[in-house]
């Protein structure tokens, strides 16, 4: 049963309906913003929801199995809004989202909600966003304990690892720029591999505070898997960690770090296991 004021009520009623659909974002950072599918900017609670977005919201999908709401919300990117640089910076990742319907030529008459969740999964297609309204039941979903797995389920440095990360980690400054995903700092004349799955944080520049994982590294120069949201330039300084590929093999030679092994890594794998099946069927 969705809370609502007698006057929403009686308006709902009625055989023409003047309805608008906004959405209250909450960013991690404190950030509140408001969007509206109305024409005009609309005034509710202190908070102005701008008509300028250009957002539309897929159909709500709700049901008694306790299964995830489905909800997309799709909008266009603008600088008055919602960059994409912000969106690839992770300021959004796990925003609060309210979405409600009022109406418009009435807003005290109170909201009608629809969905309170949090944006989940965020993808940009041909200068649109798409983000995914996870409900409340997403949290029932998560998986509680752990499973088997041949790699390493501990987080590199974290408690159940015990490695000293501060002491793998250094400090430098680019010298070159291939692309926001390709740097170089011919200073690095570490062995190639040293910090392939590391992460690299900057310290200073547009990206300061911000941190991508390094996928291959070769003596002074770093590959990401993902690109910086804004520009990177010679002379912005970072720090950046060794990194674990989660192998066992990782683990002891490079780490002698055996005993914490988060991993299975002699277990037979689903390959194995069919094999087996397949050889016993033979007999």
Not at 120 to 145: N, P, Y
Not at 169 to 176: K, Q
Not at 244 to 252: A, L, N, V
Not at 254 to 281: C, I, K, Q, W, Y
Request: include cysteine.
């Amino acid at each position: 049963m969705k809370p609502i004021s007698p006057a929403l009520q009686t308006h709902l009623s009625q055989e023409v309906t003047t309805l608008a659909t906004c959405w209250k974002l909450t960013r991690r950072d404190a950030t509140v913003m408001g969007f509206t599918d109305h024409d005009r900017d609309l005034v509710i609670g202190a908070v102005t929801y701008q008509a300028a977005s250009g957002f539309t919201p897929t159909a709500v999908a709700s049901a008694s199995v306790l299964g995830v709401d489905n909800l997309d919300v799709e909008g266009m990117l603008s600088s008055g809004a919602i960059e994409e640089a912000d969106l690839m910076a992770g300021l959004y990742d796990h925003a609060e989202i309210s979405v409600f319907q009022v109406n418009y030529t009435d807003v005290s008459m109170g909201t009608l909600p629809l969905r309170t969740g949090w944006l989940g999964e965020v993808r940009m297609q041909g200068g649109r966003f798409v983000a995914e309204v996870r409900g409340l039941t997403q949290r029932l979903s998560q998986h509680i304990g752990t499973l088997y797995s041949p790699s390493c389920r501990a987080g590199f440095g974290d408690a159940r690892c015990t490695i000293n990360v501060a002491a793998l980690t250094v400090t430098g400054s680019i010298t070159g720029v291939t692309s926001r995903a390709i740097l170089r700092d011919t200073a690095r004349t570490e062995e190639g591999g040293t910090y392939s799955y590391g992460t690299l944080s900057f310290t200073s520049g547009a990206n300061t505070g911000l941190s991508m994982e390094v996928k291959i590294y070769v003596p002074g120069e770093f590959t990401l898997f993902l690109p910086f949201p804004y520009e990177v330039t010679v002379g912005d300084t970072y720090t950046v960690t060794q990194g674990c590929d989660k192998t066992f093999e990782t683990c002891t030679q490079r780490f002698d770090n055996a005993v914490n092994f988060r991993g299975e890594p002699h277990v037979p794998g689903t390959d194995r296991m069919l094999e087996t099946a397949s050889t016993r069927s033979e007999w």
